[in-house]
């Protein structure tokens, strides 16, 4: 999977907007952007994803640039539950269909004060 | 909650002992993956299975194994074990096997202290 860059930690206060911003440079046409979040002490959880257009669920909005080297994720109105590891994981399944996995990275640790 | 059940949620253990964590995926998911996180390595891929065919494998130790049973849950074998084992080791699953843009659902983890 190609490589993502992600801020190390951020820090919101409850009820504003917070935009997690993801670089992936060597992104290639069949890349899906996906995000993926861990809150404490539980497994990763599904967020979003998208491959060129914008786009909408309840949970965030992805917000992808027009070149598709960089991707914002939108959380409307923070909260507290909303405290995790965020990831951006680039998804493609490879030459033969033999690319199966996620790969994770670091991540951005968000913090949300109340 | 995910749908996806691993069993034990807690494991202590000795060195040199065997285990096994078992994860059954959501109902209708043919693909399991297995995931082991530490402190220092993040989130690692062990391997993956679909419909009980290993598809995909990634650092997975030799002393480790897993399979995919033709009830579709999965057990993930961890032999000669070593302080260094211990992590969290998570299953998620999926509907299609490894398409670019599914969605993978994880359990809850399996906790595993070697002492």
């Known amino acids: 999977d190609a490589k993502t860059t992600q801020p190390n930690s951020m820090e919101s206060n409850e009820e504003e907007p917070v935009h997690l911003p993801c670089n992936h440079s060597?992104?290639?046409?069949?890349?899906?952007i996906h995000w993926y979040r861990q809150l404490p002490s539980q497994g990763p959880e599904y967020v979003i994803h998208?491959?060129?257009s914008n786009v909408n669920n309840r949970m965030a909005s992805l917000a992808i640039a027009e070149d598709r080297k960089s991707s914002t994720l939108i959380l409307h109105r923070a909260t507290l539950r909303d405290a995790a590891v965020y990831y951006c994981i680039l998804r493609d399944v490879g030459s033969g269909g033999s690319n199966y996995k996620l790969t994770f990275g670091k991540g951005t640790l968000l913090t949300v004060n109340p | 909650d995910s749908g996806v059940t691993q069993t034990p949620k807690h494991l202590i253990t000795a060195t040199g002992q065997r285990v096994t964590l078992r994860c059954s995926p959501r109902s209708g998911d043919l693909s399991v993956y297995w995931y082991q996180q530490s402190l220092d390595q993040g989130l690692q891929f062990l391997i993956q299975?679909?419909?009980?065919?290993?598809?995909a494998k990634g650092n997975i130790l030799e002393r480790f194994s897993a399979q995919q049973f033709p009830d579709l849950h999965s057990e993930l074998n961890l032999s000669s074990l070593e302080l260094g084992d211990s992590a969290l080791y998570f299953c998620?699953?999926?509907?299609?096997?490894?398409?670019?843009?599914?969605?993978?659902?994880f359990g809850s983890g399996t906790q595993l202290s070697v002492l």
């Open positions: 060597t992104i290639s046409g069949t890349d899906y």
């Open positions: 299975y679909y419909n009980g065919e290993e598809r």
């Open positions: 998620a699953s999926s509907v299609a096997p490894g398409q670019s843009n599914e969605k993978l659902f």
């Open positions: 998208g491959l060129t």
